[in-house]
């Protein structure tokens, strides 16, 4: 019996060694597609946003990585001084800045200083008031009806 399994052995040895070269090629371009398609536009992101943080002088208006807008007022090297509403500020890290804000960027979304002078007034303040010429008028809670 031990005769008769030594050819099936060799044999299946040597498919599986024909078959490895194209396991091989397969896998080397699955590799090279995951590059292409994952890491190569990954580190192009990461090195332009390295450049932006390079880049950050004061006076630039910045949006950080915790969704607040903010000016920035000075600049160390791994530190950033940034002013978040008219007489607020915070130190940060220079990492935690998302991404820098274009002008014409700021005009939609606030100019993050805290001021409200270019919006539009509203009906109703932020704490709920009802505004009336200006001065908050409080309004009466709702009863509920009685059981």
């Known amino acids: 019996m031990a005769g008769m399994d030594y050819p099936l052995v060799v044999g299946d040895v040597a498919a599986r060694a024909a078959g490895g070269g194209n396991q091989l090629l397969i896998f080397g371009l699955i590799f090279v597609g995951m590059w292409f398609l994952l890491i190569a536009p990954n580190r192009r992101r990461q090195k332009a946003h390295q450049r932006m943080l390079a880049a950050l002088r004061p006076g630039d208006r910045v949006l950080l990585a915790s969704g607040i807008f903010g000016k920035i007022l000075r600049a160390k090297e791994s530190r950033l001084s940034v002013e978040i509403a008219s007489g607020v500020r915070v130190e940060v890290l220079r990492s935690y800045v998302q991404r820098q804000m274009a002008d ?28 009336q010429g200006g001065k908050p008028v409080r309004r009466r809670p709702r009863s509920r009806p009685a059981k």
């Open 104 to 131: 014409d960027e700021q005009a939609g979304e606030g100019d993050g200083d805290g001021s409200e002078k270019d919006a539009a007034p509203d009906e109703d303040g932020e704490d709920g008031q009802r505004q």
